[in-house]
């Protein structure tokens, strides 16, 4: 009868180490449900594999940090006043043709391709030109190079520059089909340089400070300094495409909520271009505030100067028909009502014409439907309304009166009005010369000591952080990858066969391997450490062996398994041994023609063995040798023959196992894998009890099945399956056989 798993075998071993007897295998309830401690499996199994990539994303995170060019950050502050430029006795003047202009709208002038383009025009930023760096660690180099003198070149790099090399090209024009194609510049001898097309071509040849040309391109170089056949690259931008590169770096935003203070600021690889760049925008900017300022001042002269000769001309025609009058008429008395009227008409007329100027200036700046002409219109009527009302009262004066009075008012008011329009031309003049605008600047930009970019912790930290996310998703993505079994319970579930035991790993036995070396002898497990996990699993083995033999047609256990490299020979070695120590007489054979090592265990030479007795050229008793243990006896594969399945199949191997058999109290057959050959087949329906084993995590449940099909269509009857090399670090939430397991010494 074979024992179930968790049967007596394992309660005999739980006594053995003093634990009381493990529970029967439980799987969990629902098998698709996944639990945390299943996570953490993952983890702990994976936990190499996400070191390793944490390990490479640090490596990359640091490398870019070195390598990577640093980014400066430059700004300056620029304030927008809510008033405008003038003195304090011409604000009134200020207000009738200009008004505060908001952030929004200054930010959006800043930004203009007007304001911005005078910039690339000032510092020629449609050029383009700096040394050829090595790939990758080139720049790094050059930024480490602190002398003032271009570096040395490696031998064979001498077109790369490896720092101190400037280049400065005050003007440069290339024909349209070049216009934005990388050009080539190549330092010479005695100052001189090379010029060369996208192809290699030369374009030109010419020397520092002198103009050159050639093939409709030109070229004035103001500063050279490099080694001769250093080669640097140029290239000439369309100037609309330098303005769009230039807005689109640019950042402007206000500080604080409607402070009229503007931020400009600007990231580059060249720190005093930055620097540069706000300087010269900034200062473009306060300029052009300025002469639009002054320019709306001047448009109010222009029209002021244009009506000056005509009211000029209206106040000598006025003052001659009054003193016309006067010489003709004599002097007439006006009463106090008539005087009240003709300065109030005065006081009219003057408004009026005031009204018809700031209506004009208005006009100048806005449409017929903005509020502020709506408004003056509507002011306008009123007054001619009542300038109307005015002289239907002075028309029910006496004639003489009435004439004298219109004579006397046509004098004064041409004579205010003149007087009015000549002081503000005055005052225009003043403001036109003395305009400061509304735009000052706060702070000049800088050259920037420090890098803002790239921020090295961060990058490492960042670097570190995705390694680790990037190992465990790889941890999990194997995981689902990977279709081996190492539950025992889901084995026996799909297979039928009950699991009798579950090896450990032991890292005793790889240890003692390693030390052995190719071609060397290799410890068995259960004489060097006994108190090894593994072996306490293995005498599990044993007893389910015993009780399986209580009941076999033979005294013949073969261990087979389905692939190569599962340590068949390692659990064949080990069970005869303990087997032994049990006071059984062991033969031990090697039926694995093709690769088995048994002797690398037991001792011996690989010849004579099986093959050399099936084939006759030795006996069974010179063949069997003696081991270290008195109790086994080892029968090795012999001499590799050409044809093991058919001499692992013949009458002569079967009568070979009979007479084994009969001498000894258990026969131990090491069978070849079998989706490999077929020759453990053809062992394993001789031999009466039948273990198969498998090494956990390795298999696919479809390979273990297959190999058992192969196995019971040969008539072979499969007694259990041993399942090797589990790992105890997995599975943490699993409650599987192979989980209780315990140190007890």
């Known amino acids: 009868m074979t024992p179930k798993p968790g049967g007596p075998a394992l309660e005999m071993v739980a006594e053995r180490r003093g634990a009381p007897p493990p ?20 983890l702990v199994q994976g936990r190499w594999l996400i070191a390793g990539a944490a390990a490479v994303a640090l490596v990359l995170g640091v490398s870019y940090a070195l390598l990577a060019t640093p980014v400066y950050r430059s700004d300056a502050l620029v304030q927008v006043e809510d008033k405008k430029g003038g003195t304090g006795a011409l604000g009134d003047l200020s207000a009738l043709f200009s008004e505060a202009s908001p952030a929004e709208t200054e930010m959006e002038i800043l930004r203009s391709r007007s304001l911005v383009g005078s910039v690339v025009d000032t510092l020629k930023l449609e050029i383009t030109a700096e040394p050829r760096r090595f790939p990758v660690v080139g720049r790094f180099l050059a930024r480490r190079h602190k002398d003032g003198a271009p570096a040395s070149a490696l ?22 089909d070049l216009e934005g194609e990388p050009l080539t510049l190549e330092a010479r001898e005695g100052g001189r340089f090379a010029l060369l097309d996208p192809d290699g071509e030369p374009l030109l040849e010419g020397a520092v400070g002198a103009a050159a040309s050639g093939r409709r391109t030109e070229v004035f170089v103001a500063e050279l300094v490099a080694r001769p056949g250093t080669q640097f690259r140029v290239s000439h931008q369309p100037r609309d495409a330098a303005i769009a590169a230039l807005q689109e770096d640019l950042r402007i935003s206000e500080k604080g909520k409607k402070t009229g203070v503007l931020q400009l600021a600007l990231e580059d690889e060249d720190p005093a271009r930055a620097a540069a760049i706000l300087d010269a ?29 005509e009211l000029r001309g209206k106040l000598d025609v006025a003052e001659r028909d009054l003193e016309t009058y006067r010489s003709a008429k004599g002097s007439v008395d006006v009463s106090m009502e008539t005087q009240a009227a003709l300065t109030r008409a005065v006081d009219i007329e003057k408004a009026a014409s005031e009204l018809q100027l700031e209506i004009a200036s208005l006009r100048q700046r806005f449409t017929e439907d903005h509020p502020l002409l709506i408004a003056a219109r509507q002011k306008m009527g009123r007054l001619e309304e009542e300038r109307r009302n005015l002289e239907a009262r002075m028309r029910k004066l006496p ?25 503000k031309a005055q005052e225009l003049k ?7 605008g509304n735009v000052r600047i706060l702070d000049a930009a800088l050259v920037p000591l420090k890098p803002v970019a790239p921020k090295r912790g961060a990058v490492v930290a960042l670097a570190l952080l995705l390694g680790l ?46 030390a052995a070396g190719r071609g060397g002898a290799y410890p068995v497990l259960a004489r060097c450490d006994p108190n090894d996990l593994a072996v306490e699993a293995l005498r599990s083995l044993r007893t389910s062996v015993q009780f399986a033999l209580l009941e076999a047609s033979s005294n013949v256990v073969t261990v087979g398994g389905p692939a190569p490299g599962i340590g068949k020979s390692f659990v064949t070695a080990n069970l005869a041994y303990l087997l032994a120590e049990a006071g059984k007489r062991v033969a031990v054979v090697d039926a694995d023609l093709r690769r088995g090592h048994l002797h690398r265990f037991l001792g011996g030479e690989r010849a004579p063995g099986v093959s050399d007795v099936l084939s006759g050229q030795h006996t069974l008793a010179s063949a069997l040798r ?54 453990a087949a053809l062992i394993a329906r001789q031999a009466g009890v039948n273990l198969f084993v498998v090494k956990a995590g390795k298999h696919p449940i479809r390979e273990i099945q297959a190999g058992l099909r192969a196995l019971t269509r040969s008539g072979a009857r499969i007694h259990g399956i041993v399942m090797n090399d589990v790992r105890l670090d997995r599975g943490l939430g699993r409650r599987s056989a192979y989980h209780y397991q315990y140190s007890y010494k």
Request: glycine share 8%; no cysteine.
């Open 23 to 42: 529970e029967p295998a439980y799987d969990g309830g629902d098998g698709d449900e996944v639990s945390l401690s299943e996570y953490l499996d993952v």
């Open 155 to 176: 031998p064979g790099f001498g077109r790369f520059g490896w720092g101190g090399e400037k280049l400065t090209i005050g003007r440069l024009s290339v024909p349209e």
């Open 281 to 309: 925008l900034s200062s473009a900017y306060l300029r052009q505030n300025v002469e639009r300022k002054s320019a709306e001042a001047e448009k109010t002269l222009e029209f002021l100067e244009t009506q000056l000769p």
């Open 399 to 423: 004639e003489a009166e009435l004439e004298s009075a219109r004579r006397l008012r046509d004098v004064k008011v041409a004579n205010e009005l003149y007087l009015t329009l000549l002081n």
């Open 430 to 436: 003043v403001v036109k010369e003395g305009t400061v």
């Open 469 to 514: 996310a990037g190992g465990v998703a790889l941890a999990f993505v194997r995981r689902a990858l990977d279709q081996g079994v190492e539950d025992p319970d889901a084995l026996e579930r799909a297979t039928g066969v009950g699991v009798h035991a579950s090896v450990p790993h032991s890292t005793v036995e790889v240890a003692a391997n390693r």
């Open 626 to 679: 003696e081991t270290t243990h008195e109790k086994i006896g080892l029968l090795t594969t012999g001499t590799i023959p050409p044809n093991p399945a058919e001499l692992l199949g013949s009458e002569r191997f079967q009568r070979l196992l009979e007479e084994l058999s009969a001498q000894w109290d258990v026969v131990v057959v090491d069978t070849p894998p079998i989706l490999a050959v077929a020759d």
